[in-house]
């Protein structure tokens, strides 16, 4: 059963890079079946997905974040990885790594808030 | 990508029967057989309940069930137990410029 725990800072500051890294366990990050994926949801709002990465590297953003977004894989590490470039407050949310289908995902982390503040 | 539609709210008794709708365009909903429900309780990751429209993951109970006619999805849960109160949201693949996946709103499910 696949686990997955997201980890990085929890503030930061406005024009600033965040950086999250989401580890895997209990099952292999070299599927040629799921893809992982990142989705984020501000305080009281909806859902928004991110972007996902297949093992081999592809990655497919939001069109509305494109810009701003990489989203990595480290197979060695069993861990996959985001960055969004140039934040602001729009961007505090409760962040999620998650893994399955590329339009459907089985297995979420628990999510991790990232505040966006000076 | 613009969201799905979905309404904000919907509420049912216990045993009932309510359905949750889930409206895109033929560039989403309307185009693909992958749409997905999730379930979200308060300070919890969402969870998988439907995929592919009408699939269910093993361990989802069978009270849950999904369906799509033309542009709008449909999401039934069926003998309404208190535990079903939640944020419910759906998501549908989505090919634009590239393909992504698109969520909708959200609705709040209340058991009376």
């Known amino acids: 059963q696949v686990q997955l725990q997201e980890s990085g800072p929890g503030l930061v500051k406005p024009s600033e890079t965040l950086s999250l890294t989401c580890t895997v366990s209990?099952?292999?990050?070299?599927?040629?079946?799921?893809?992982w994926g990142w989705i984020r949801q501000p305080p009281g709002k909806g859902l928004e997905w991110i972007g996902n990465i297949f093992y081999s590297g592809s990655t497919f953003y939001n069109p509305s974040l494109k810009s701003r977004v990489t989203i990595s894989i480290d197979t060695s590490k069993t861990q996959f990885s985001l960055k969004l470039g140039s934040v602001t407050a729009a961007d505090t949310a409760v962040y999620y790594c998650?893994?399955?289908?590329?339009?459907?995902?089985?297995?979420w982390g628990q999510g991790t808030l990232v505040t966006v503040s000076s | 990508q613009s969201a799905l539609t979905q309404p904000a709210s919907v509420s049912g008794s216990p045993g009932q029967s309510i359905t949750i709708s889930c409206t895109g365009t033929?560039?989403?909903?309307?185009?693909?057989?992958?749409v997905s429900w999730y379930q979200q309780h308060p300070g919890k990751a969402p969870k998988l309940m439907i995929y592919?429209?009408?699939n269910r993951p093993s361990g989802v109970s069978n009270r849950f069930s999904g369906s799509k006619s033309g542009n709008t999805a449909s999401l039934t849960i069926s003998g309404l137990q208190a535990e079903d109160e939640a944020d419910y949201y759906c998501?549908?693949?989505?090919?634009?410029?590239?393909?992504?996946?698109?969520f909708g709103g959200g609705t709040k499910l209340t058991v009376l």
């Open positions: 998650a893994s399955g289908l590329f339009d459907s995902k089985r297995t």
């Open positions: 033929s560039s989403d909903v309307g185009g693909y057989d992958y």
């Open positions: 209990g099952g292999s990050i070299n599927s040629d079946t799921y893809y």
């Open positions: 592919d429209v009408t």
């Open positions: 998501s549908s693949y989505t090919v634009t410029t590239t393909k992504g996946v698109v």
